[in-house]
């Protein structure tokens, strides 16, 4: 136990204590079975005229008073300990970043670049079967289009109807597409995955400025052959968003280590100690205050000296 981490959940309840207090005082008070006698006799003669009673009283007026402070005190949540977030053993989310633009038409990948960029995300949803995948399609527009889902297939479905003709305007806004991203995932935590051809030299600017409010890992698989401008100015982009540059490969090495790097996403990215749950311990009390409890239940019996001589 580390008393430095010892603190209440909510310690406002502790304010009931001098309440409890008080209340017990009243109620001890008025439930004197001798109250008239004391105005009439003298405290010393009257214990003399009464036999056991100050033990019973006593021990019955006191667990009650524990027992309601107990109560009290459960109820505020003691605690010391962290306890595991509930989202600790769950597959952290993807988002896929996929672009619709004009470019993502060319067939200089046979068929074209867009049904190879759907093919490529059709196996890495396959790879990532039942584990958290969402999709958003942009161009010169951002569209979340599937929120994170463990129908992975769905997703991949999805992907595959998406081309430039169905987006709503042309361009290449690849920096409100993974600030979009990141908000959908932002309380969860994970990564996001960029599918794209090509990226606009001009834009670099607007994505070096998107770089310093992304905070989750970022990857850029890049639809394209090595060698090529459109290679390099994707290698440019990457940099500017600080994400790591996957190129595109004609086996499945690509897939397979974006899957194996998204694994490794990090479960949250709130502040430190933000959001952190805290293990309750109040329950430990319960027995204990059952069985004060049950002292104070006790019936009551006194007699008087007349009536213990008789």
Avoid: C
Wanted: net charge negative.
């Amino acid at each position: 136990m580390n008393l430095a981490d010892f603190h209440f959940i909510r310690p406002w309840w502790l304010l009931a204590i001098p309440v409890i207090v008080g209340l017990w005082w009243l109620l001890r008070r008025n439930s004197d079975p001798l109250k008239g006698w004391r105005n009439a006799v003298s405290p010393a003669l009257l214990d003399a005229l009464t036999v056991g009673r100050d033990t019973r009283e006593k021990w019955r007026s006191t667990s009650l008073l524990a027992a309601w402070l107990l109560a009290a005190i459960a109820v505020a949540g003691p605690t010391w300990k962290p306890e595991p977030s509930p989202f600790a053993d769950d597959p952290v989310p993807v988002m896929l970043v996929l672009k619709a633009g004009e470019t993502m038409a060319q067939t200089d990948l046979t068929p074209s670049r867009m049904e190879r960029a759907s093919l490529k995300v059709a196996d890495f949803a396959e790879a990532r079967k039942g584990q958290p995948l969402g999709l958003i399609a942009y161009a010169g527009s951002a569209h979340l289009v599937l929120p994170p889902t463990r129908d992975t297939a769905v997703v991949a479905s999805m992907a595959g109807s998406i081309s430039p003709d169905i987006m709503p305007k042309e361009g290449d806004d690849l920096a409100a597409a993974v600030i979009r991203a990141q908000e959908v995932i932002a309380e969860r935590g994970g990564s996001i995955v960029v599918v794209a051809d090509t990226f606009n030299p001009a834009g670099l600017s607007g994505l070096e400025a998107a770089r310093s409010k992304l905070k989750l890992p970022t990857f850029l698989l890049a639809i394209g052959r090595e060698g090529t401008p459109e290679y390099n100015d994707a290698d440019n982009a990457a940099s500017a968003i600080g994400a790591t540059f996957v190129p595109m490969t004609a086996d499945s090495a690509d897939i397979d280590r974006l899957v194996s790097r998204t694994a490794r996403a990090p479960v949250s990215v709130a502040d430190a100690g933000e959001g952190t749950r805290w293990s309750e311990a109040g329950w430990w009390l319960i027995p204990l205050l059952a069985l004060l409890m049950l002292l104070s239940f006790r019936k009551e019996e006194f007699t008087t000296g007349e009536e213990a001589a008789a």
